[in-house]
């Protein structure tokens, strides 16, 4: 009687194991259908967002060009009353007695303020030409700041891409003027490359300038007299020129 009913408990046992396993099967088939399920809507909301990004780019990218259109209808409305303005201010700053140096990087700028506006950009105009001018406008404000090494690579990236825009001696200039403090030779190699490079810039009569200024401050009176002479011959009629004048009288001669 033993013996049979152990076979039966056998047969049970592997019929109930059986189950089991059918029962294991089906669950896992259902969580891989709701992974799938889950998965299938990730992508969806995934496809619909990258659209969403897509069309958001391309309307920031149509503002943009907007933007650059205006800047320069801007440009052509606001550069007088800037040219007025540092006119203004350059009066005020005679008469308020500062430094030559000052004075000289003024009366540069509105000498290059004043070609810029007998040569505006009309309104319409290329959109590189707005870059060209924010770029070198941003270097412009570094400089001003203190931030002299941002200002440099600034107008070194601006020379790069527009190598042949009205602000290129003007830029190479300013790079000078951000080495002035710290090292006077690289200011030297860029005053001599805008004198040399640029004759025709009103930067030229402001680079010879500086560089006569430097050797008398160096103590290299032979070589101040070079410079100062040199700018008079060139630009006799500069406002360079009359403080190049006024050099050489102290300096004895």
């Given at each position: 009687m033993?013996?049979?009913?152990?076979?039966?408990?056998?047969?049970?046992?592997?019929?109930l194991g059986?189950?089991?396993?059918?029962?294991?099967?089906?669950?896992l088939e259902d969580q891989l259908t709701t992974m799938q399920e889950e998965s299938d809507r990730r992508d969806s909301a995934l496809a619909a967002q990258l659209t969403q990004v897509l069309t958001l780019q391309r309307q920031a990218n149509d503002s943009l060009a907007a933007v650059e259109a205006n800047l320069l209808t801007f440009r052509g409305e606001t550069l007088g009353q800037l040219y007025d303005f540092q006119k203004q201010l350059l009066q005020v700053q005679e008469l308020a007695g500062q430094s030559t140096r000052r004075l000289s990087e003024l009366r540069g700028d509105l000498d290059a303020r004043g070609q810029q506006l007998s040569g505006a950009v009309p309104a319409g105009g290329g959109a590189s030409n707005a870059s060209a001018v924010q770029m070198y406008e941003a270097s412009l404000q570094q400089l001003r700041r203190g931030s002299t090494g941002t200002a440099r690579a600034g107008f070194r990236q601006f020379l790069e891409q527009y190598p042949s825009a009205?602000?290129?001696?003007?830029a190479e200039y300013f790079i000078g003027e951000s080495f002035s403090t710290e090292a006077p030779d690289s200011a030297a190699a860029y005053y001599t490359l805008v004198?040399?490079?640029?004759?025709?810039?009103?930067r030229a009569a402001s680079a010879l300038y500086r560089l006569g200024s430097m050797a008398e401050s160096a103590k290299?009176?032979?070589?101040?007299?070079?410079?100062?002479?040199?700018?008079?011959a060139k630009y006799p009629t500069s406002n360079e020129a009359a403080l190049a004048r006024d050099r050489l009288t102290a300096l004895g001669q």
């Open positions: 033993t013996h049979r009913i152990t076979p039966i408990l056998i047969l049970a046992t592997v019929a059986g189950c089991a396993l059918r029962s294991d099967v089906r669950r009205p602000e290129a001696a003007d004198a040399e490079k640029y004759p025709a810039s009103p290299d009176t032979a070589a101040a007299r070079g410079y100062f002479q040199r700018l008079i």
